[in-house]
Each structure stands twice: as structure tokens, then as C-alpha cells.
RNA sequence: GGGCGGUUAGCUCAGCGGAAGAGCGCCUGCCUUACACGCAGGAUGGCGCGGGUUCGAAUCCCCCACCGCCCACCA
């Protein structure tokens, strides 16, 4: 059989990959008699590429997913795509540009098949990329929002919402993109603070008196004023309250109201309403009968209502007015100030507020319930920290608008008369405007009907998610075996936008939190902690990760560094390492596999077995018990950590070349040596494969005596490993010290050298029998090695201590001049052993600590107190050997 | 303006009440017949500052200082 030297994952992957999905191992059968274990993706949006976020969320819903299947259960990882609203029209519609065609000329339903077209050609991309990480999900229940019975679904909650009175129309102050062309909701507002200017602008009196002095940050929005407000309580402005002011530029005497909403403090005392333009503005209008005269259009420019500003972008405006007023000597002040403007989460436009006629779900009734589940346990959210904030920000929760004045995405199947004037949301006293079919007549009077022509924000229909994706609102027989799913895996940045609404749905329309447990990854940075942006340059691809490094490496990288609660810093550096530990893991099964053949070695009886071989069993059942404890923790990062170091330092360091020894040793324990060699292997491929699937399964292939594949092989079970008697680590030790000598006294590696060892005690003395002594010869490269008696005098031979043994190391040449060095060297270490052992001493002579501490802790400190004590007895006996 | 993180080896980060850790990097030797994507060894730390609690603090509490994030309708 010959196995290539190095791994070389471009020349397995594809071909593993295709054998799983061929095979069907992804597919979950809710016939099988399993506890199911499911996880819905987060559906990226179908005209996205794949980009280092996905690969963290696929990597760790792999892991998840493939070690539930692996510990028998019924794993359904559901794929699918999101239609993504305001993305996708921006894409396509950029797309058109490209090639001339504007989407205004196309119109809505051209656009929208154009959009269609688009889908089918790359709506693909994106999963086909998930798989090149090895994406174990079940190809056969991929979803699309857009999917027929998907939109059903949202209709369906669209209609039931609306029937409870839970979804109202109405015209508010909402956040408006003039770029995008719709309203926004919160949290598609991103706020950014930036050094603006808070300009002071007098308005004189009627009389052409002093009049007022106001701030604002938007001195555009003046030539909207309807009022300025001042607060009822405020001594300054008492006499000017019920008077009029005069507006400049548009000389419209405007009223001074009292409003406790004015803060004294900022700025003059006195505010300019706008109730057009300002949210605060809007509510104080509101109380005080206020007009609403807009000055600026959803297309941010001026309107006529500017008067002579009409036509300018809002920006123009701004640098107009104040020219004017500077030029009227109504400019009093100008000073900076610091302030947050929002802007577009899309197109990072200056979102203005603006009022308009939108669908709001109102939140509150929602919230309520998905704010218990996670106070009362129901939903855990881990980690714990996100807790706290998703209650914080459920407490605080605004109504949603969810109307998108966009055509891609799911219209809302609200309609109104046009001859009897019936409108869903304003005039529908008997909620017939909004049905789960659409309406070719008015319910009312019969009358022609039209539709209204929003549609939904992606969110809501992202919200039913986890059980439209199931067959929601059909009782089918997936949606009654997999939901409510098992875990909600996604990134911290879409707790609100997400997470929080799949909550409240779930909720209010299946009666069901929708997940049992929420885990939020940290976001993928670049290797200096940087956000990865374009404009950086620092995106790291990961398809070019995976071609670099394999997609084994990039998985193993990514899990290793998914420490709760902290961002990862992506090192390519990093990646490098865990692509050498793939190769080296690949390396040991090419030993294993060369030493066993294709035989399967006949199981030992358990007297059979050497110390080593007890050894790394038992290492390897504490390893799998941890690795299982930590996966149920989500602790992706320790699970990797553990295996990692299990895999490189303990079996291929220690008992892979210890076991070079066995393979040479008689029949029964070169037969037993590869058992154990091989039974160990069967456990890490098996403890590794959710996190490196591909060389996992490529090494399985070659097991002698394996049976299917390893995605559906057992994973190791917890076991309670023997207790460890230490004999292995004080052979370890006393190795490892010898090697430790021959470097430092730069002794020929290649070359033999004798050994004599003294060992301290009984039990340590026992330990030296034969096997062990041939081990020492091989992993310290000594020979003979003698045990016993008194050290050879000499200054041939150089003096160690390591734990319970005394031992002297012949070096070739007699070098007298190095002789002094050697009683330095001792010197220095015996001070530094004293050190540390006054340490102790004085700890244990501290009555307050023997008393106070527990007493294993005592305990402890005594056996390191005792061994430092030895080590410094045994360094001063070499010492006097030498002088002697 | 509220809230939340972080500050530990040159770099990226674990540890979160009882001998300071990992990976990478660095230094010294080695092509020892699984692996040079390797082997063996080594150096490197006032655990941000200042207080407190404790027999004992990187770890718990308080204060401060930087760095970062989220939320928020103070013009």
C-alpha cells in the first residue's frame, strides 16, 4: 500500500466529498428511530460570495452537527438562501446599470424577473461554497425565502398579524434612505459619530426686536419651522411664550410654545421644530397642533415648500441657508460639536428622518413572551454575557416598520378600494384587505381592488426561519420531528436582527421557542484584530485558504480560535500550523498503517499490555471524555486545543516512538504494540473528524477492519479512564532529562552514549526494569544504560537529576577544561532549586496557610516542597561527588 | 448619555482563587528508515495603574487609565 509522504488536500476532498453526499450521509430520516438534533443555517444571501463569516458559522455547525450524528443522532443541518430585500435589488440593479438599463424603465415586474434570472444563474454559488468546507448539510431540504411555500408562510403570519390588530398602517417619522429610495428600520441605522457644527441662528421678533437665538446641528431644516419651543419653566424666555417669532429667509412668524422636552441647559434653551424633520420635532408637533411643512423630499431634495431653495440636495441647502443668513446677520454662532448621524446599513447613505405611510408590527405583545423564555431558562444564550443584552435591548424594544418601498422581496398582500376607499390598515373595519389570497374585488362593495406596493423587510420573513423552513404553516411531518430545532449557531452581530425576532415568532405562532440554545460566535478579523473591509484591503477569502491550506486547516484554525465571547483574529500564520498538524496527523496513520498492514492485530489480553500502551489509552479516553465535555459547552476552542495536543504531544511524541521499541520486541508485544497503536488512531480519527473531516476520512479509508464511513462511525464515548500511576511521566521525565544534558553539553546526537542511573527510592527503582530501560536507551539515544550503585568517578561523566533518579552521562572525550563549567552549571542550579524550595518551606511554615487551606491543597504544596528538597539533596551530593 | 468587553511572553490569545500557559516567532543542535508542513533542546513575563478582601490574587471587589464594541430621538 503506498501512501504519499505529505497530505495533499486538493487531491481528496472533492472525491471525499461527493462520496458523503453521494451516499447520502447528510440526510437526516425522520424515520430512523433517533433523537433528532437539528440546526437551521443562517441563511446567507443568494447572491452573496463566500466570505470568512460563513466559513466561521459553517465550521462550527459542521463540528456540531457532525459529532451529534456521529454520537447517533438523527442530525438535520437545514440549508438554504435568503432573498436579501435591499442586497440583492442593489446588486442586480448595479448589474443593469453596468449594461445601461435602468430599473425605473425596466419596471417592477421585468425588474423582478431579471432578479429571478440572476438567482438561477448564481443563486447556487454561495452553497456550493458552503461545501468546499465540508458542510455536512442536508442538500435535499435546502430552502429559499422566496420559495413558494416560504412566501406562504410569510403571508400567513403577515395575515394573522394583521388580524390581531398586531400590524397597523400608519403615517410616522421613520428613517429614510434617499438613496435606496425606502424606509428603514432602527436598527438598519447605523450610527456614526462624526465632529459636526452647531450653528446659532436668530429669530427676531415680529417687531424687529431681539426675538430668539436656537441651535441646531441642521440648519437646512429651519425653512420647515413651525415653532420654537422653549422650557415652560425657564425665566429667560417666560415673557416670549404664546408671542410669535419671524422665520428667516422664509418671513413666517412662527409661534413660541413651552415644552418640557427642552433641555434648559444645551445650547440657547431654545429649539427650532421642525416637526417634519426631527423625531422629537414630530412628537412636540404632535402636543402643540404644529403644521408639518416638508422642506426636503424622499429623494433628499429640496421642495418647493423651500421657497427659493427648492431643487437643491439637502447638502447644497445646507451651505445655502447659511449663506443667507450669514449675509442677514442672523448667523450668531457657530462652535463644534460632536454628534451621531445615521446612516445606511446598505448604502451608507444619510438616513432622513422622514414621515411616511408604513406597516408597523407592534412589538411589545411580541417581546414580552420572547423576554421570559430567556429570563426563565427556556432559551440559554451563551455566552452569558449576550444574555444581559438581549433582555436589555427587548426592555427598550420600538415598533417595527416593515414595509420596503422596494420591489425584490415579498409584497405585502394588503389592498384597498378604489371605489368604496376601504384600505387595509386605515379603513378595513372588518379585516378583509389582507388575505391569504389575493382579492380581485372589494370584500366590501365589490369595487376594483390594487395591492399595495411595498414589500416586507427581509427580517420578517428571515423570523420564521427555523419553522418555515419546515413546512410551517403545514403540520408537516419534518415540522413535527425537527422543531423546535436544537441550536441557534450564528454571529453576535445579528442577535437583534435576527435571533430576537426568530424568538418572538417562534413564539407567537408556534407556541414554541424555536431553539433550545442560542450560541454567538465572535467576528472574523484580520490577523491584527482589524475589521476585514474593503476598503482595508485586509478580506481575507476563504476559498484561498482553503486552496492554500485545505479546508481541514482553515476548519481547524477557525474552531481553535473561537474562544466565547472574544473575536477572532484570523493569522494565516496560524492556518499555516494546522495544516502542518493535518499532514502530521496523516504522517502517523502512514506510520500505523505501514507497521500493520492490512491485517487487523489481534486484541491483546490485558496483561499483554506495557505501561505505555495503558498509558495512551487512558490518555485517550480522558482526552474523548474532555473532548465531549467541551463541545456540550460550546468551547469549540478547547475541544480543538485538547486534541490538538493529545494528537502531537502525546501520541506521535511520546508512544509513536516509544512504540519503535514494542514493534521490535517479541511476537506477542510487537502484536499488542500495533493494536494499541491502531486502536488509538481509530480514536483520534474518530474524536477529529467534526473538526477536520477530510483527512479524517481519508485515513479511515485505509483502516484495516473498518466497516462504512467515518461521518457515520461512533464517536467516542465518555469513559472513566483508570487513574494514571505516574510511572510513564517519571520515565518521561528522566528521558527528557538526559536529552535536556546532551544538548546543553552539545553531545553528538547520532552517537550512543553510555548511562548510569540511580534511582532515589523503591518504587523508582522498579521502575527500571528491562522494557523500561531499552525505552530510556531509544527515546534518549543511550547505551548501555546501567542501573544502580554508586555513580562512576570521573570527569568523564556528566551528573543529572530528574524526579526520582540520579544519573550520570558518559561524554565521549575526556574535556578537563569544561570540567569547572559543569560545577557552574550545578552551582547555578542548585541555587535556583533552593530558591524555590525556600519558597515552599516558607509557605508551609505559615500557620495561617496549614490551617486555612484545604488540605489537599496542604498536601500538595508538601509533595512539592518534598521534591524540591530531594533535588536540591541529590544536586548537592553530585556537587561533593565532583569535589571528591 | 447608557451598557458591555478587553489590557498576561516579540505577535495572536488561553487560564479566572492555590507551583505563570499555548501557537507562531526567536536561539542551539539534528535529513534519528511516519512526517524538515519534521525531531530534540532552550531563552523570554513588575499578568494595565492604585487600593481592598484572603493564609494565599493574573484570577474576587472598588477606583483610575488607555483600547474596542453595542445601544440611544438632546436640538
Not at 403615517?171 to 435606496?180: D, L, S
Not at 496513520?589 to 489480553?605: I, K, N, S, T, Y
Not at 548501555?784 to 570527569?795: D, F, I, K, Q, T
Not at 487551606?853 to 533535588?871: F, G, S, T
Request: glycine letters at 8%; aromatic letters at 8%; charged letters at 30%.
Amino acid at each position: 500500500m503506498e501512501i504519499p509522504k505529505q497530505f495533499v488536500p486538493g487531491e481528496v476532498e472533492e472525491r471525499i466529498y461527493a462520496l458523503w453526499e453521494g451516499e447520502g450521509h447528510f440526510r437526516a430520516d425522520p424515520a430512523s428511530g433517533k433523537p433528532p438534533y437539528v440546526i437551521v443555517i443562517p441563511p446567507p444571501n443568494v447572491t452573496g460570495a463566500l466570505h470568512t463569516g460563513h466559513a466561521m458559522f459553517v465550521t462550527l455547525q459542521d463540528i456540531l452537527i457532525r459529532w451529534r450524528r456521529m454520537q447517533g443522532y438523527d442530525a438535520l443541518w437545514l440549508p438554504g438562501t435568503d432573498h436579501a430585500g435591499i442586497a440583492t435589488q442593489m446588486v442586480v440593479g448595479k448589474e443593469l446599470e453596468k449594461q445601461g438599463i435602468r430599473r425605473e424603465d425596466l419596471g417592477r415586474e421585468a425588474f423582478v424577473e431579471k432578479v429571478w434570472e440572476w438567482r438561477r444563474e448564481k443563486g447556487d454559488t454561495i452553497l456550493r461554497q458552503l461545501r468546499r468546507l465540508g458542510a455536512s448539510c442536508d442538500w435535499s431540504r435546502t430552502r429559499f425565502t422566496l420559495d413558494p411555500d416560504l412566501s406562504r408562510a410569510v403571508r400567513k403570519a403577515f395575515v394573522d398579524l394583521y388580524r390581531e390588530g398586531l400590524i397597523y398602517r400608519g403615517e410616522y417619522m421613520v428613517n429614510w434612505c434617499p438613496r435606496c429610495g425606502t424606509a428603514l428600520s432602527d436598527l438598519e441605522v447605523e450610527h456614526a459619530e462624526s465632529r459636526g457644527t452647531l450653528w446659532t441662528i436668530r429669530y427676531p421678533s415680529p417687531d424687529g426686536g431681539e426675538g430668539v437665538t436656537v441651535a441646531t446641528t441642521r440648519p437646512e431644516t429651519m425653512l420647515g419651522d413651525t415653532a420654537v419651543a422653549v422650557h415652560p419653566e425657564d425665566e429667560r424666555y417666560r415673557s416670549l411664550v404664546g408671542r410669535t417669532v419671524v422665520l428667516p429667509l422664509m418671513n413666517r412668524e412662527i409661534p413660541v410654545v413651552a415644552d418640557a422636552m427642552v433641555d434648559r441647559e444645551f445650547g440657547t434653551g431654545a429649539v427650532k421644530i421642525t416637526p417634519a424633520h426631527d423625531p422629537n420635532d414630530f412628537e412636540a408637533g404632535k402636543r402643540h397642533g404644529l403644521p408639518r411643512v416638508v422642506v426636503i423630499g424622499l429623494d433628499g431634495k429640496m421642495t418647493a415648500e423651500a421657497g427659493p431653495f427648492a431643487g437643491l440636495d439637502r447638502y447644497e441647502a445646507r451651505k445655502a441657508v447659511l449663506k443667507r443668513l450669514e449675509a442677514e446677520g442672523l448667523l450668531v454662532g457657530t462652535s463644534v460639536h460632536q454628534n451621531a448621524v445615521g446612516h445606511c446599513q446598505r448604502c451608507d447613505a444619510v438616513v432622513e428622518p422622514a414621515v411616511s405611510t408604513q406597516w408597523f408590527l407592534r412589538i411589545e405583545p411580541l417581546a414580552e413572551p420572547a423576554r421570559r423564555a430567556v429570563e426563565e431558562g427556556r432559551i440559554r444564550i451563551i455566552p452569558d454575557h449576550w444574555r444581559k443584552v438581549y433582555l436589555n435591548w427587548m426592555r427598550e424594544i420600538h415598533d417595527w416598520c416593515i414595509s420596503r418601498q422596494l420591489w425584490w422581496g415579498h409584497r405585502i398582500p394588503a389592498f384597498s378600494c378604489k371605489a368604496c376607499g376601504k384600505a387595509a390598515g386605515e379603513n378595513d373595519p372588518e379585516r378583509l384587505l389582507v388575505s391569504m389570497e389575493d382579492l380581485s374585488a372589494c370584500p366590501y362593495c365589490g369595487g376594483p381592488v390594487e395591492q399595495d406596493p411595498d414589500v416586507l423587510d427581509t427580517w420578517f420573513s428571515s423570523q420564521l426561519w427555523p419553522f418555515s423552513t419546515l413546512g410551517w404553516p403545514e403540520e408537516t411531518e419534518d415540522f413535527r420531528r425537527y422543531y423546535p430545532t436544537t441550536v441557534m449557531e450564528t454571529g453576535y452581530d445579528i442577535l437583534f436582527f435576527w435571533v430576537a425576532r426568530m424568538i418572538m415568532a417562534g413564539l407567537k405562532f408556534t407556541g414554541q421557542a424555536p431553539f433550545k440554545d442560542v450560541f454567538l460566535h465572535g467576528l472574523v478579523r484580520d490577523e491584527k484584530g482589524r475589521k476585514m473591509s474593503k476598503t482595508l484591503g485586509n478580506v481575507v477569502d476563504p476559498l484561498e485558504l482553503i486552496d492554500t491550506y485545505g479546508a481541514d486547516a482553515v476548519r481547524f484554525t477557525l474552531a481553535i480560535l473561537c474562544v466565547p465571547g472574544t473575536d477572532v483574529a484570523l493569522d494565516t500564520r496560524r492556518m499555516e500550523g494546522y495544516r502542518a498538524f493535518a499532514n502530521k496527523l496523516w504522517n502517523a496513520g502512514r506510520f500505523v498503517l505501514l507497521q500493520c498492514g492490512e491485517r487487523l492485530p489481534e486484541e491483546p489480553h490485558p496483561s499483554l499490555l506495557s505501561r505505555w500502551d495503558r498509558w495512551i489509552l487512558a490518555e485517550l479516553d480522558r482526552t474523548a471524555q474532555e473532548v465531549n465535555r467541551a463541545l456540550e459547552e460550546f468551547k469549540f476552542y478547547e475541544a480543538a486545543d485538547l486534541l490538538y495536543h493529545f494528537v502531537w504531544h502525546r501520541y506521535c511524541d511520546w508512544y509513536v516512538e516509544v512504540s519503535k521499541v514494542g514493534l521490535n520486541g517479541p511476537p506477542e508485544r510487537k502484536e499488542a504494540t500495533r493494536y494499541v497503536l491502531l486502536s488509538v488512531l481509530d480514536g483520534i480519527l474518530r474524536l477529529l473528524h467534526p473538526f477536520m473531516p477530510f483527512v479524517t476520512e481519508a485515513l479511515w479509508e485505509k483502516m484495516p477492519g473498518r466497516t462504512g464511513r467515518l461521518v457515520e462511525a461512533p464517536f467516542p464515548a465518555p469513559a472513566s479512564p483508570p487513574p494514571p500511576d505516574g510511572s510513564v511521566e517519571r520515565l518521561m521525565d528522566l528521558i527528557t532529562a538526559v536529552r535536556t544534558l546532551r544538548t546543553e553539553k552539545n553531545l553528538p546526537p547520532g552517537r550512543m552514549l553510555p548511562l548510569h542511573v540511580a534511582p532515589l527510592d523503591e518504587s523508582a527503582a522498579a521502575l527500571l526494569d528491562e522494557s523500561a530501560r531499552e525505552e530510556v536507551s531509544a527515546l534518549a539515544r543511550v547505551s548501555p544504560v546501567r542501573v544502580g550503585g554508586e555513580a562512576p568517578p570521573g570527569e568523564r561523566w556528566l551528573p543529572g537529576v530528574a524526579g526520582a533518579f540520579r544519573f550520570h552521562l558518559e561524554r565521549p572525550e575526556v574535556d578537563g577544561a569544561a570540567a569547572a563549567a559543569e560545577t557552574a552549571r550545578l552551582e547555578g542550579e542548585l541555587k535556583k532549586l533552593a530558591a524555590e524550595r525556600d519558597k515552599f518551606a516558607a509557605k508551609l511554615r505559615n500557620p495561617a496557610f496549614v490551617e486555612k487551606a484545604p488540605p489537599e491543597v496542604v498536601a500538595k504544596n508538601r509533595a512539592i516542597l518534598e521534591d524540591y528538597e530531594r533535588k536540591v539533596r541529590e544536586v548537592e551530593a553530585l556537587l561533593r561527588n565532583r569535589g571528591a
